[in-house]
């Protein structure tokens, strides 16, 4: 009997060890809902993609609880938190209506990397020892408020948000990928955020910018830093 008990100590110890050695995994999505997304159904099933990579995280034990923050680049705030399981139960059917792309709705870029920025301070606070972060946009920024009259001339500067003290703010940060770069925002945004992609290589993490026809390559298979 006292053998029982003794293996059953070393195999609860065992345990809570195995439990303690796994990283505390953060990923944070900005998804772009609005009216100035290219080829907006296309782009609404592809985010399903994303998502579905995401929520295929659950069989794996590093990433199975991992936290989720989906923020909305339209309203520039988080709309959904959750796991990788939530994504395969009833929590789902929010977030897939709140991704969708609404023609009515502004691109509001500052405030979705402000929400970002917020969220990445919360999980830095509470030691969070690995993150992940995915922007899903045209990376066009549109005038609040906007209508069909709005003006928008391409190429388009990046705001004056400085985006990659964001993006460097946490050695926690492994991954920063963002997919459906409207075609005309590429070379600017690549320029913009060129010391977040030797910050993240020096320290052997991954940078990725992809455009309308890369993001459906790679989507097709896999997430960018996460999945193989």
Not at 25 to 54: C, M, N, W
Not at 171 to 196: C, E, F, G, M, S
Request: charged share 25%; glycine share 4%.
């Amino acid at each position: 009997m006292k053998t029982a008990n003794l293996f059953a100590c070393v195999a609860m110890l065992a345990s809570t060890l195995a439990a303690a050695a796994e990283p505390r995994v953060a990923i944070e999505v900005i998804v772009d809902d609005s009216g100035v997304l290219s080829q907006p159904k296309k782009a609404d099933e592809y985010k399903l993609q994303l998502l579905g990579h995401l929520k295929e995280l659950r069989k794996k034990r590093r990433f199975a609880k991992a936290r989720i923050d989906v923020i909305s680049s339209s309203y520039g705030r988080s709309v959904w938190i959750g796991t990788p399981s939530d994504l395969k139960g009833p929590r789902a059917a929010p977030l897939v209506d709140a991704v969708k792309v609404r023609s009515e709705n502004c691109n509001n870029l500052p405030g979705a990397f402000a929400e970002l920025d917020t969220n990445l301070q919360i999980l830095k606070s509470r030691g969070y020892d690995e993150i992940h972060v995915y922007l899903f946009s045209s990376l066009i920024h549109t005038p609040v408020p906007c209508s069909k009259e709005s003006t928008i001339t391409l190429p388009q500067l990046p705001p004056p948000f400085d985006i990659n003290d964001v993006l460097t703010s946490s050695d926690a940060i492994r991954t920063v990928a963002v997919y459906w770069v409207n075609p005309h925002q590429k070379r600017p945004w690549l320029d913009h955020l060129q010391t977040t992609a030797q910050w993240l290589n020096a320290k052997g993490g991954r940078f990725a910018l992809m455009d309308i026809e890369n993001t459906k390559y790679q989507l097709n298979s896999r997430l960018e830093g996460l999945t193989r």
